[in-house]
């Protein structure tokens, strides 16, 4: 039919959407036939073409094309996943504020040396997060606007099961999306809302004591150490899942080469899966030193009492720290949840003292996403007439605080003699 093979391939994968490459030799227009000139002026509205003169240069940019194809599509990679170029992404997908608000904290708790005026791309590339106009995962995860528009799998799941075992239907279920930071507090503040709260009594102090059954800083550094660590080429997510005896916490991701579970409750070196993403948790505070988390969580959990957590690494590497029975706890969970009204009303009620602004309810229970709070905990109790706001007319009022009504000043009463 007067149509070459070559062609007819070069149809057929456009066809079927094949990637192509087109390398041509080193001849010039009038050394080609009509036939081979419209071909390649065909071909050259659709793909980059590469001359060569000799075979060895032909061999050369086939290996170096091949490479790069396999690199951009991540079948092999050369340098750890943050530390890769996205081949998309643009600094307009980073939020500004973000990073303003990271500068801030990480000056005061770790002296980081940057004004937080700075120059923005000075701060990322100090943070080796940006090469030229181009930004590293890493870049995304930490400050991206929407991180799982570019990778759909970091999110974090949350799930609370009543019993033993993962049993359908699931109680209480939550998907979390946003930046590191954001699923850290998300993922954290979801567990607190779910396991038991101590509320001490004001007899020495005017300062309600606020202790949860779980110590706080092993379940943040074991949730900490599941997003900072996972292979974010997974297809699978951070799985936590709280069960009535245990909590487990689930990441796609593998021990480094010579680290074992064993050596986990020893000192050990850090060897960071993802470094470009742990630097900056560790700035922030997110992650208190490079190294210890483990044993941190060990630590804790041996202070409060509760069995030693345990390390496993199987298909996904799992944490379990593992829950109180006290039946006294369970007696008075159960009491509170009779009369229908929710846990998290009840919290924020038991804590109230004289008129509090939001940050100060939060840091009471120690809870730190706003988003969350404010659903969960602060608009139920005002909805539900339990508090009431010192502005009301103005929610948004910056000298806003929030008080007991009457009604929840007697629900304060009956939950204080329990």
């Known amino acids: 039919m007067g149509v070459s093979p070559t062609e007819r391939e070069f149809d ?43 075979f060895d240069q032909l061999r050369t940019a086939v290996y170096a094309t091949l490479v790069r194809y396999l690199e951009e599509n991540e079948y092999i990679r050369t340098l750890p996943f943050d530390a890769t170029l996205h081949r998309d ?68 799941k949350c799930a609370h099961f009543h019993g033993y075992d993962v049993v359908k239907p699931i109680p209480s279920y939550q998907v979390y999306k946003g930046d590191v930071f954001q699923l850290v507090e998300q993922a954290v503040d979801f567990v607190l809302s779910k396991i038991d709260l101590y509320v001490g009594s004001r007899d020495k102090s005017a300062t309600v004591d606020v202790k949860y059954e779980l110590p706080i800083e092993a379940v943040t550094e074991a949730i900490v150490n599941a997003i900072a660590h996972r292979d974010y080429t997974s297809n699978a997510s951070v799985q936590v899942m709280l069960f009535k005896d245990r909590l487990e916490i689930w990441n796609p991701g593998s021990l480094p080469y010579g680290l074992t579970t064993a050596k986990l409750y020893l000192p050990h070196n850090s060897i960071p899966a993802n470094p470009l993403l742990a630097e900056p948790m560790y700035l922030r505070g997110t992650i208190e030193r490079m190294g210890t988390g483990t044993g941190d969580i060990v630590r804790r959990c041996n202070e409060m009492g509760l069995p030693r957590p345990e390390f496993f ?87 806003q605080t929030y008080r007991l009504t009457l009604k929840g000043q007697e629900l304060k009463n009956s939950l204080d003699k329990i």
């Not at 087109?22 to 980059?48: C, D, M, W, Y």
């Not at 006294?328 to 009303?345: F, V």
């Open 12 to 54: 057929y994968a456009t066809q079927l959407y094949k990637t192509r490459f087109v390398f041509l030799t080193n001849h010039s227009s009038g050394q080609r036939h009509p036939k081979v000139l419209a071909l390649i002026e065909k071909a050259e509205q659709s793909v980059v073409r590469k001359s060569f003169s000799a």
């Open 89 to 156: 992404a643009t600094p307009d997908d980073l939020n500004e504020d973000k990073i303003r608000e990271f500068v801030q904290i990480a000056r005061s708790k770790r002296a980081f040396p940057f004004e937080v005026e700075a120059d923005i791309h000075s701060i990322l590339t100090h943070l080796s997060l940006i090469v030229g106009n181009r930004l590293t995962n890493a870049a995304i995860l930490l400050f991206g606007k929407k991180p799982q528009r570019f990778f759909i799998t970091s999110e974090v």
């Open 313 to 399: 690494q199987e298909d996904m590497f799992r944490t379990v720290i593992y829950r109180t029975r006290q039946a006294t706890r369970q007696a008075t969970r159960q009491a509170l949840s009779e009369d229908g009204i929710s846990e998290p009303i009840k919290r924020i009620v038991l804590v109230m003292t004289n008129d509090l602004k939001r940050t100060d309810l939060q840091e009471k229970l120690k809870l730190k996403d706003r988003e969350n709070f404010t659903a969960n905990y602060l608009t139920p109790a005002i909805e539900g007439g339990f508090l009431e706001l010192s502005f009301p007319g103005v929610p948004n009022h910056p000298q």
